[in-house]
């Protein structure tokens, strides 16, 4: 993503080529195994990126029901909408800013927010909008990471060390809103009830690293810097995950929270 999250077409086909399959994906399907949806629904997937969660959301809404994927993101809409999964819905995608959400009040049963919140810049904006859209008895799933992970990690300091703070910043720039209470208390300013929060932990995996590095938007960042650097980069990070090592593939654990958030 770049800094005002605005990518290319380029980029927003690598996320869906390395980032879904490794993280988003799973973190998809974890989360929609805690998620019962009542047949014949309004579903809406916000900051939807190239869909995997909307894709996910599809395949479990039984009934007519609708489902709605939005991202600020023309070029992640563009990829999501060439990707319609294997199920009876016909998916509806739109190109929006979360605080200026394009349907009336009280229009869907149930909102997905799954690794969007850490990049809305008016936080308190975008979830009063979430709920303004959300029906009286409707509820609010939201996953924001919980802690860095031992990826991003390892990659932040390998930036730092070769390449610079500003890379090493962009590297966790996702882990950088995860505190839990400041969560709860946003959702509960904008007028939800929290009735769940729990962990949840999938396992990041990476069969090449290097192109999961370069899919990555520091990677414009290691291309300047050179291909000297970046192999020390991603040989530096291979070290770090070593312990991780399972058959050449490395299983790395990733902390989510999960909120259930209700009208
Ligand atoms: C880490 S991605 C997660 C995408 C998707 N939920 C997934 O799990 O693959 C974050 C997404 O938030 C979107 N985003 C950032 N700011 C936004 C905003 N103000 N309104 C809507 N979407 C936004 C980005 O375009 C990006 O697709």
């Known amino acids: 993503m770049t800094d005002n999250f605005r990518l290319t077409k380029e980029a927003a086909q690598k996320y869906n080529n390395h980032s879904v399959p490794a993280m988003f994906g799973p973190l998809a399907e974890a989360t929609m195994q805690k998620v019962q949806l009542r047949s014949g629904t309004c579903v809406i997937d916000i900051a939807c990126g190239t869909g995997a969660l909307t894709r996910e959301i599809a395949r479990k809404l039984t009934g007519k029901g609708r489902v709605v994927g ?3 993101n023309e070029t992640m809409i563009e990829v999501a909408q ?3 999964p294997d199920c009876r819905h016909v998916l509806e995608w739109y190109a929006a800013d979360v605080t200026e959400l394009p349907f009336e009040d009280a229009t869907f049963d ?3 927010i799954q690794q969007g919140l850490q990049f809305f810049p008016d936080k308190s904006a975008a979830l009063q909008e979430v709920h303004r859209i959300l029906r009286n008895d409707g509820q609010l799933f939201l996953t924001c990471w919980r802690a860095v992970s031992p990826f991003n990690g390892a990659l932040a300091k390998a930036l730092e060390r070769h390449v610079g703070t500003d890379a090493a910043v962009k590297a966790k720039a ?4 995860r505190d839990g209470e ?3 208390k946003l959702l509960v300013d904008a007028g939800f009830k929290i009735a769940r929060h729990e962990p949840l932990v999938l396992e990041r995996r990476f069969i ?3 192109a999961q590095i370069m899919a990555l938007p520091i990677e414009t960042d290691l291309r300047d810097a050179g291909a000297d650097v970046t192999n020390k980069v991603v040989e530096e990070v291979a070290d770090a995950l070593s312990r991780y090592d399972k058959k050449g593939v490395l299983h790395v654990p990733q902390e989510a929270h999960l909120f259930v958030a209700a009208v």
Do not use: G, H, K, T
């Open 70 to 72: 939005v991202d600020l």
């Open 82 to 84: 060439s990707n319609q």
């Open 110 to 112: 149930y909102a997905f």
């Open 174 to 177: 996702p882990f950088s809103f």
């Open 182 to 184: 400041l969560i709860s």
């Open 208 to 210: 090449d690293l290097r």
